[in-house]
């Protein structure tokens, strides 16, 4: 199993239990050692939400920067941690 950076796992609250993630959440955040990109997601978080659709069955979505294009793209994925996006967070320390 992939752990955190301590970095991201030091402000937010992370569950490795996919299977517990809210699948009704508009949106959360997911990490995974696959999606760390050195130049453009060296934190490996992306923001994602769970798909049940026809077209691609029962699947978590993420949101992918698309270099060439400057945008982001969503494609499945396979997240190994998820977090709410939303509070009750406290960040204690900023960055200048």
Do not use: H
């Not at 009704?24 to 999606?35: A, I, K, N, P, R």
């Amino acid at each position: 199993m992939s752990s955190l950076p301590n970095e991201i796992s030091n402000v937010i609250r992370w569950s490795s239990d996919m299977d517990a993630a809210p699948k009704d959440e508009d949106s959360l955040l997911l990490w995974s050692e696959e999606f760390i990109d050195n130049d453009f997601n060296r934190s490996g978080v992306i923001e994602g939400y769970y798909l049940d659709d026809p077209q691609y069955g029962k699947v978590w979505m993420g949101s992918f920067w698309n270099g060439c294009q400057d945008t982001y793209d969503s494609r499945p994925c396979k997240p190994t941690w998820w977090a709410l996006k939303r509070p009750p967070y406290v960040i204690t320390k900023t960055c200048d």
